[in-house]
């Protein structure tokens, strides 16, 4: 059972609203914001300088990955970088101007026995003023998820949107010598088994309402389908219908799944409740339909099907039943993931014998391939906010779980070493 998160946060009174209008960036590549990360310097209480260096790294790695910032090398740092800072007249934004940084994080910690408070603040270094500040309580255990909760705060006040840093990633792993699922935090940090079938587990997917997962497993000896909560740890078999209970996707309202049955012979996808109950079947051709991924919405599907000849993604309205085809190119198109914004759909083919990961809009225009050198790059799934993608790779030889920006840069592994991983389905606010 993954423990639930038990820092608190709260919200100081800091914000101010026309910081905005000092510092304001949407996307990667637009607008490169040099910052400053300062270590976090003791208040009260024990000095532990291993709190500070990881919430230091955590911090740099999360914003990094933005590709909204330009980190400045911390060697530079002058005199203000050891004082805590926490509030604007406390900083010498002189010297931070003098390294070219235009904004810095500051903060501070209390360590009272195990007990954690830790005050971080954004500061804008042009206008001399707070961007914004928060206060976390909790344990020390808690250090680094208190640091993504900030890192998804600094997002939230120079682009209006929070980062997608507190979520979690579900993957499969062979680590024990079976296929279990697991979770872990976004750096791939934390990493914790789920299940413990000695089976074969596959496809798992977020619900959009609760801290609980769908996937399917082979641990009755057939593909059926399960829902886990987290929490609590509690399982269900939901969908063990003869033959494939495969792919099965949560509905963005979380009242139903999408999933793939081969009951009546042939592969199709079909609506069940989240209890497994039978709603409606989607699709019927004579063709392998598989791998739905819902719009937004929730009025929509993509998914794989070979009912034109060769794997193609196609969209089928799911109230008026109409399909259309969306990738012409290439002869095996596969995995499709509605964008969260959904203004895109991710996918991979097939060519030259590797997969890499490719993007299109929901109209089949604008196709742009992400992943390019060797190795196949596969199962693309998008974060909550649709910044960024996670896929699995063989790039450096076993399968391993990989992060890039939702424009192909900044790619890099964040599953643990050991064992082959793949499979990655992206939480939700956690």
Known sequence: MIRSLL???????????????QIEITAPGQQAIPLAVTRFLPLDGAVRPEIAAEVAAVLQSDLDLSGLFRLIDPAAFLSDAQKPGLNSTQVDFGQWRLLGAEAVIKGAYTLKGDQLTLEARLFDTTGRRLLTGRRYLGKT???????????????????????????????????????????????????TRVTDHRSIVLNP?????????????????FPDL???????????????????????????????????????????IYLI??????????????????????????????????????????????????????????????TPAWSPKGDRIAFSR????????YTIRPDGSD?????????????????????????????GGAKAI????????????????GGASSHPAWSGRW
């Open 7 to 21: 820092f608190t946060l709260i919200g100081l009174a800091l914000f101010s609203g026309s910081a905005l209008a």
């Open 141 to 191: 255990s808690d250090a680094r998820r208190m640091a993504h909760a900030f890192a998804d705060e600094v997002l939230k006040s120079l682009t209006g949107e929070a980062g997608p840093f507190s979520s979690r990633i579900a993957y499969i792993s062979n680590q024990t010598g079976h296929k279990e699922l697991y979770l872990m935090e976004v750096d791939g940090h934390q990493s």
């Open 205 to 221: 997917d977020f619900s959009p309402v609760g801290k609980e997962l769908i996937f399917t497993s082979y641990r009755a000896g």
């Open 226 to 268: 399960y829902r886990k909560e987290i929490n609590s740890g509690r399982e269900a078999r939901i969908s063990h219908r003869k033959g494939l209970n495969i792919a099965g996707r949560y509905r963005p309202d979380g009242r139903e799944i999408a999933l793939t049955l081969s009951q009546d012979g042939n592969s199709e």
């Open 273 to 334: 409740g989240t209890d497994g109950t039978l709603h409606k079947r989607l699709t019927n051709d004579w063709g392998i339909d598989v791998d739905a991924s819902w719009s937004p919405r929730g009025d929509a599907i993509a998914f794989v099907s070979d009912r034109q000849g060769n794997p193609h993604v196609f969209i089928m309205d799911v109230i008026g039943g109409k399909v259309r085809r969306l990738t012409e190119a290439g002869k095996y198109n596969a």
């Open 350 to 357: 097939l060519e030259e014998g590797r997969f890499d990961i």
């Open 367 to 395: 196709e742009r391939r992400l992943t390019f050198g060797p190795g196949s790059k596969e199962h693309p799934r998008w974060s909550p906010d649709g910044r960024f993608l996670v896929y699995s790779s063989d790039q």
């Open 402 to 417: 990989y992060l890039m920006r939702a424009d192909g840069t900044g790619g890099r592994r964040i599953s643990p070493a």
